[in-house]
């Protein structure tokens, strides 16, 4: 099984509407991130959390909201979706500071938006 | 803020040849870690090879090799004995030594031809 899960894997929704993308980890790491990739930007970081009361925004957090149900899951919203955040997302893991362990990630959600 | 420059947006090498990609980063920090990740036609992110820059040695894995010049701001990935299966995109990432901050380059999308 993957250590980070995120569903669904490919979605199609429309203009207006509310859409959920969970991420689950078996890690048991403490920080989770999410990222959006897009053609010639890379990636780049939506919201982060370094634990279950512990929320940040990230670079591009307009639009979205988050939720830390637990340590082991973070869930991206976007409460009225709209054409530009289609892209692929991907949520992160990482163990506390001062690890030279580097983000682990899921295999993406690929989202379009009509 | 840190930020990670990649200039070449797409490259192509022959099989069984060398090819180098190139990444630069901006930072105030003196210690932190620089990462190249692998995204092939699949999407998974997977990282290739890491490097501390407390290190002066260059990092290698097997065919994956590093030149990091720290005074330049310098990161760059070799790649020896190109193969089919390294045709992918590659991302370069930069890592505050506390794992507050990780940022990536918009990366460089490699085709290996037979």
């Known amino acids: 099984d993957a250590d980070v899960t995120q569903t669904p894997r490919n979605r199609i929704t429309k203009t207006g509407k509310r859409i959920m993308l969970e991420c689950s980890q078996t890690?048991?790491?403490?920080?989770m991130y999410w990222y959006r990739q897009d053609p010639g930007l890379g990636l780049r970081l939506i919201y982060y959390?370094?634990?279950?009361?512990?929320?940040n925004k990230g670079e591009i957090s307009d639009g979205y909201s988050v939720s830390r149900q637990a340590q082991a899951k973070f869930s991206l919203s976007l409460e009225s979706a709209i054409p530009n955040q289609t892209a692929l997302y991907f949520c992160?893991?990482?163990?506390?500071?001062?690890?030279?362990?580097?983000?682990?990630f899921g295999d993406g959600t690929r989202l379009s938006i009509l | 803020a840190q930020t990670v420059t990649q200039s070449q947006p797409e490259m192509s090498v022959q099989e069984a040849e060398t090819v180098t990609l190139s990444c630069t980063y901006d930072?105030?920090?003196?210690?932190?870690?620089l990462f190249w990740y692998k995204q092939p036609p699949s999407r998974q992110m997977i990282l290739v090879i890491r490097?501390?820059?407390?290190?002066?040695q260059n990092a290698t894995e097997n065919r994956f090799s590093v030149n990091f010049q720290k005074a330049a701001k310098s990161f760059s990935l070799k790649i020896s004995d190109s193969q089919l299966g390294d045709t992918a995109m590659y991302f370069c990432?930069?890592?505050?030594?506390?794992?507050?901050?990780?940022?990536f380059g918009a990366g460089t999308r490699l085709t290996v031809k037979p």
């Open positions: 930072t105030s920090e003196n210690n932190y870690y």
């Open positions: 992160a893991t990482s163990p506390g500071p001062y690890s030279n362990q580097p983000q682990h």
């Open positions: 990432a930069f890592m505050t030594y506390n794992n507050n901050d990780m940022r």
């Open positions: 890690k048991g790491h403490d920080r």
């Open positions: 959390s370094f634990d279950v009361k512990d929320i």
């Open positions: 490097q501390e820059a407390y290190k002066q």
